[in-house]
């Protein structure tokens, strides 16, 4: 059973979702950590004390590996009950030209189980490399791909220029495409946010770094980038211009532009425009490292 929370759109209707493109960069992840800017140096629940600020987070782990059905309960238990996590798809599924077994999507399936037991599955994301060109038999894998995963809500993010006419075939599984802000090249896909149809909308931001895209020392470099609240503030007016549909039932808004966590950053400053800032108090760390924030905003009640 996949999740429910789009069963009933008129009580889902303008549903806001913002947050972050994962939520754990300690130290030993090289530059850019989060402790010490926006989590607290001692030892800290990262996950219970993100929620304290935003309601939904993207996770970047399945990515990499399938999540033990325990790690994904842990998470379920240590979040609030209107929390909701968005899933990105193990690579096997995107980076391995269509290679996968039915044991490997079993268990990708079985890891992300408490989450839909839990009511806090938002959905999976499937995110191709941009050398993902659109030909018969990518879209072949593709949709074959989707049709696996036909029981759930799915968003995709198609990166290459060749994609742009994909929204039909997305329909026809009941995707959604990913919308993405970042540097756009010659061969990058071009899209606008009210094209992008289906009942949720899913952004993801991944800075505007395009000096350091492709020529990096180091990959965090390509992220590091802080939106400024003026480049933020054109999609706040076009997204809630287009929540007014009562076909959308969510917006998921993630920001990847993890390095010292400036996705937090944005993440807040988003939210503000949207009409919905912040209420928890924002570490005074973390606001002297962004200042911008002293307006994003808002004090708890005293």
């Known amino acids: 059973m996949a999740s429910n929370l789009f069963i009933e759109p008129k009580d889902n209707t303008g549903v806001w979702r913002v947050g972050t493109s994962g939520w754990s960069y300690p130290p030993n992840t090289g530059p850019g950590s989060w402790t010490g800017v926006f989590y607290p140096l001692s030892k800290t629940d990262e996950l219970k004390f993100y929620s304290r600020y935003f309601n939904a987070v993207e996770i970047n782990s399945t990515f990499y590996r399938p999540c033990n059905p325990k790690t994904a309960e842990s998470w379920t238990r240590r979040t609030p009950d209107h929390f909701e996590f968005t899933v990105k798809a193990w690579q096997q599924f995107t980076h391995n030209k269509g290679d996968w077994t039915s044991a490997e999507v079993d268990e990708f399936k079985s890891g992300i189980q408490p989450l839909i037991e839990a009511d806090k599955l938002g959905c999976i994301l499937f995110q191709f490399p941009a050398s993902f060109r659109h030909t018969p038999e990518t879209a072949d894998q593709l949709k074959s791909l989707l049709e696996l995963f036909a029981a759930y809500p799915k968003a995709v993010e198609l990166r290459h220029r060749s994609w742009g006419d994909a929204l039909p075939v997305l329909q026809n599984f009941d995707a959604v495409p990913a919308f993405i802000d970042e540097p756009k090249f010659k061969d990058s896909i071009r899209q606008e946010i009210e094209s992008m149809g289906g009942r949720f909308l899913y952004l993801r931001f991944h800075g505007r770094k395009f000096d350091k895209w492709w020529r ?28 007014e549909s009562k076909d959308v039932q969510r917006a998921y808004i993630f920001f990847n532009n993890h390095p010292g966590a400036k996705a937090v950053a944005n993440a807040v400053m988003m939210r503000a425009q949207l009409g919905i800032p912040v209420i928890a108090e924002l570490p005074e760390k973390f606001v002297e490292t962004y200042p911008e924030l002293k307006l994003e905003s808002s004090p708890p009640d005293s």
């Open 216 to 243: 990096h020392e180091h990959r965090n470099e390509r992220y590091d980038y802080l939106y400024t609240p003026e480049e933020i503030e054109p999609y706040a007016i076009r997204l809630k211009s287009i929540l």
